[in-house]
């Protein structure tokens, strides 16, 4: 059975004919909806025009400009920051990593300590330490340079300074070279008068030299000689050899004090016992390998290994010192302090200058450059602080005088970042972040560069907030509908002033 219904109305301009087609059999009544002829369409709807074109062009381009700004602050990491009491649980101890070049420390007394308010006090630590020789460009002038201990039970001897004993002959920058290449083996005592260990090593020294002179006459002999050189009288002697405490002894090999591609000077230093038996045993060691016959063919071919191995090292190369490696200190304040150190040797405080480069300066456990790339991406202004004085110079120019310690108080403050993914929070990274003042002040001891640590009771934790994507698509859809609604209005003025326009230029009454 089939049933039309016509239903007419007029409001308006606005008339419509509804045609109804139901279905008794199934109940269901199709809708057909047909335009009258009495019905109007709007003319802006249906007028092609200008600036209809126009106004869709710049409605599409503003939903691209939206849509592209929205899509931008969903992938946006957004980020709260939060001070909260440091509840850290990487233990009690930090990780102090760092890299430095002393131009003018040698790598043979370059000491590291490290001392805090609780009473810790650890001197000349050397197991998690490397030092290399440096010259003047700040690169290294060979392998790593291995040091002997800190020696404070050296033997000394317990003769009275006996004047009228001179075994050892005095050497000057004019005959130096001369003697270094006449003799297989020259042995000559750096010192200065006014040095305690020098006055204690002297009385030794000149018997050693005496007795070694009678057992290897320099004119029959020739193979060994023994002498000493007053640094207080020719500085620039003692500064080509990178002299920087009293006494030095070092041990030239003929045909080894030449320069090499580095330009600096290859021998060995003696860190051995300072009594008369000592000394002459050590160098009746040194002379043992080598034949008279063939006394100057030897020299260098024949260093032999002997029982005085443990007493002598190879001498620095340069008078500078790179420093790099760890320690661990506790979390309370206290000092890292880099200085000349010996328990037998006197040092001029006068003429040392404890100028740095840092290369590397950080706290906490070191970052992998993936994952401080990964931070930075999410948070760029994060990890400027770790290591502030990375690549900074700290130059003693002598303008504020001698016995100059440089020194650096740093204020440590951790921080925590935190991600927030899949519901579940997750530590990114933990880094101490520190603030640096730097001061030079002169001192009665000897000189350093120290640096003052103090750790903050509170951190930074800075957390990731996530977004939900169906805010996102929620938004999309409100810039595509208020976008639309606002330039169908927009259009309706526009068609209808123009109109009205043209009405008024025709004349026409309302």
Sequence with gaps: MLLFVTV????????????????????????????????????????ASLSGAGLSIIAALSMLFLFGMELNNYLTVTTSTAVIVDKSTDGDFLRI?????????????????????????????????????????????GSEFHSMPVINSLKHGEEADDDSVEGSHMLTANNFDSYSHEYPILVVNFYAPWCYWCKRLKPSWEKAAKTMRERYDPEMDGRILLAKVDCT????????????????????RKGSDVRDDHGHHD???????????????????????????????????GKHKTTAENVKRPAPK???????????????????????????????????????????????RKLSPKVMSDVQRLIPYLGGSHDR????????????????????????????????????????LEEYEYTAHSSLVQSIYIPAAKFHFELSPMQVVITEDPKSFSH???????????????????????????????KVEIGKNF
């Design 318 to 364: 340069a008078g500078g010192c790179r420093i790099e490696g760890y320690v661990r200190v506790k979390k309370v304040p206290g000092n890292l302090i880099i200085s000349a150190r010996s328990g037998a040797h006197s040092f001029d405080t006068s003429e040392m200058n404890m100028s740095h480069v840092i290369s590397h300066l950080s706290f906490g």
């Design 233 to 252: 009288e020719e500085v620039e002697l003692c500064r080509r050899h990178h002299i920087q405490a009293y006494p030095s002894i070092r041990i030239f």
């Design 8 to 47: 007419d109305f007029d409001c308006s301009l606005l008339a419509t004919r509804f045609y109804l087609f139901a279905n008794v059999y199934n109940s269901s009544i199709p809708l057909y909806l047909k335009v009258g002829d009495s019905m109007k369409i709007p003319r802006d709807l249906t007028e």
């Design 472 to 502: 996102f698509i929620t938004n999309v859809c409100a810039i595509i509908g208020g976008v639309f609604t606002v330039a169908g209005i927009l259009d309706a003025i526009l068609h209808n002033t123009m109109r009205l326009m043209k």
């Design 97 to 141: 990593d760092f890299n430095m070049s002393f131009p003018s420390l040698s790598c043979e007394f370059a000491s590291i300590g490290v001392s805090d308010v609780l009473g810790t006090n650890r001197l000349n630590i050397t197991k998690t330490i490397r030092k290399f020789s440096i010259g003047p460009d700040l690169r290294p002038t």
């Design 389 to 428: 004085l990375n690549g900074r110079s700290f130059i003693n120019h002598r303008e504020v005088g001698a016995n100059v310690t440089i020194e650096h108080y740093l204020q440590i403050v951790k921080t925590e970042v935190i991600t927030r993914r899949y519901s579940r929070e997750h530590s990114l």
């Design 267 to 301: 021998h060995e230093s003696y860190y051995g016992d300072r009594d008369t038996d000592g000394l002459v045993k050590a160098m009746e060691e040194l002379v043992a390998p080598i034949p008279l016959e063939e006394s100057h063919k030897l020299a260098l071919d």
